[in-house]
Nanobody, 120 residues
């Protein structure tokens, strides 16, 4: 059974940084079809896309709201992805979820989420 475990969330002051980690386990993932993404959901808001990374070529995609402040990376040997977040703003406060697309289609596995709180 596939499991995604996020870590690295916490409380940080505006302007600070956090690094989120996501580790996948439970099966072997194809480097050619796997994409790992990060999403977030703030209280009272819809879940929104933050960033993703394709394993085969490390190509990345970012939401406009985080572009220039966030960097996604991956370590295939560890089945892991990371989200380095800098210059954090109170609007970045949300539960951050890691998600895995193993077939080049939709995200079919999700983590339990990690809370990020940015104080002003």
């Amino acid at each position: 059974q596939v499991q995604l475990v996020e870590s690295g969330g916490g409380l940080v002051q505006a302007g600070g940084s956090l690094r989120l980690s996501c580790a996948a386990s439970g099966r072997t993932f194809s480097i050619y079809t796997t994409t790992m993404g990060w999403f977030r959901q703030a209280p009272g808001k819809e879940r929104e896309f933050v960033a993703n990374i394709r394993w085969k070529d490390s190509s990345t995609l970012y939401a406009d709201s985080v572009k220039g402040r966030v960097t996604i990376s991956r370590d295939i040997a560890k089945n892991s992805a990371y989200l380095q977040m800098n210059s954090l703003k109170p609007d970045d406060t949300a539960v951050y979820y890691c998600a895995l697309d193993t077939n080049g289609g939709q995200y079919d596995y999700w983590g339990q989420g990690t809370q990020v709180t940015v104080s002003s």
